[in-house]
């Protein structure tokens, strides 16, 4: 059974860091594709980044040049590293694993950590 656990998640100020982690078990997460996803109150989860089994990576054109998401195959963990963070990046942050090693939209992933609550003031 596949499980995704993130962690990281917290109270930091506007221009501030955070790197989100999401430990992963049953499953590798170097051969299928990971994603992160964000939900804001009141508004629809909607995609931040991704990395395929071969490694390439995307992004949102929201967070282009300040998040970073990177894996740590030996750990099994997938990782988000979110620089010069903004209010409108507060959300929980998802981390999801597709059954495939091609990134996609959010409905075709199959598995989906809890969340983690990220907070940024102004």
């Known amino acids: 059974q596949v499980q995704l656990v993130e962690s990281g998640g917290g109270l930091v100020q506007a221009g501030d860091s955070l790197r989100l982690s999401c430990a992963a078990s049953?499953?590798?997460?170097?051969?299928?594709?990971m994603g992160w996803f964000r939900q804001a109150p009141g508004r629809e989860r909607e995609y931040v980044a991704a990395?395929?089994?071969?490694?390439?990576?995307y992004y949102a054109d929201s967070v282009k040049g300040r998040f970073t998401i990177s894996r740590d195959n030996a750990k099994n963990t997938v990782y988000l590293q979110m620089n010069s963070l903004k209010p409108e990046d507060t959300a929980v942050y998802y981390c999801a694993q597709r059954s495939r090693a091609a990134v996609g939209r959010a409905g075709q992933y199959d598995y989906w950590g809890q969340g983690t609550q990220v907070t940024v003031s102004s």
């Open positions: 049953g499953r590798s997460v170097s051969s299928y594709a």
């Open positions: 990395i395929s089994g071969s490694g390439t990576t």
